[in-house]
């Protein structure tokens, strides 16, 4: 017997645990014909488990169909497709898709997308590009909340020193703002398990900018 309409049915089901078993039992046994249903839930899930589940579903396909069909969901206009997209192509892992990864993408108005651009970013750069990556990062620092900022510096300390340049200009922006992020940013590429405490460089970053 073909489970594959019975999966699709279950993937749309009201109950997130059966949606849950369903990416689950989607991913045990790779059907390729199930990818259209796989993306198109991406797109609406609203529950983070039955999300991450879907994309390690997504990720046992076979690449050479999952690929395509992820970068076309990059140009979406939903944009838990975006992000789940590209969350996905991070996990997956393929340098050939770094292309796909856009400043559009990197600046995405929406947090979420911009978050998962991000991290994409991060896995897939090239050695060659990572400098302008870091410059390219680093020209949001400040950009929203505190789960932002955090995504944001943690991005640009998995590029590794080569950040380091555009931290210390950072540093030294008119910007309070920019000034703590980059402080706190430097402090994760320093030590990847330090506490992001954004308020601590907030005040230092206020002192160095106060006049003498």
């Known amino acids: 017997m073909n489970p594959t ?21 989607a991913g045990t046994h790779p059907d390729p014909a199930l990818l259209p249903e796989l993306l198109a839930r991406c797109a609406v899930e609203p529950d983070f488990y039955v999300r991450d ?17 992820l970068l076309a969901e990059l140009a ?40 998962s651009a991000w991290r994409a970013a991060a896995v897939l750069v090239p050695e060659d590009e990572r400098p302008a990556l870091a410059a390219e990062l680093a020209g949001q620092l400040a950009r929203g909340d505190r789960d932002v900022r955090r995504s944001l510096s943690r991005a640009l300390a998995a590029l590794g020193e ?30 990847p398990d330090a506490a992001f405490d954004i308020d601590a460089a907030k005040r230092i970053a206020a002192l160095d900018g106060a006049p003498c």
């Open 162 to 191: 080569i950040v380091e340049p555009v931290l210390t200009r950072a540093k030294a922006s008119p910007d309070p703002d920019v000034r703590a992020h980059a402080l706190v940013t430097e402090q994760l590429l320093r030590d």
């Open 5 to 25: 309409p019975r999966l699709r049915t279950a993937l749309n089901a009201e109950s997130a645990s059966t949606r849950l078993q369903a990416a689950l039992a």
């Open 76 to 115: 979406s206009g939903t944009t838990q497709a975006r992000s789940q997209a590209l969350h996905t192509l991070s996990k997956i892992g393929d340098p050939a898709t770094w292309s796909a990864i856009t400043p559009a993408l990197l600046r995405d108005p929406d947090d979420e997308v911009a978050r």
């Open 53 to 69: 589940m879907l994309t390690w579903a997504l990720t046992r396909l076979p690449r050479e169909d999952t690929v395509p069909a």
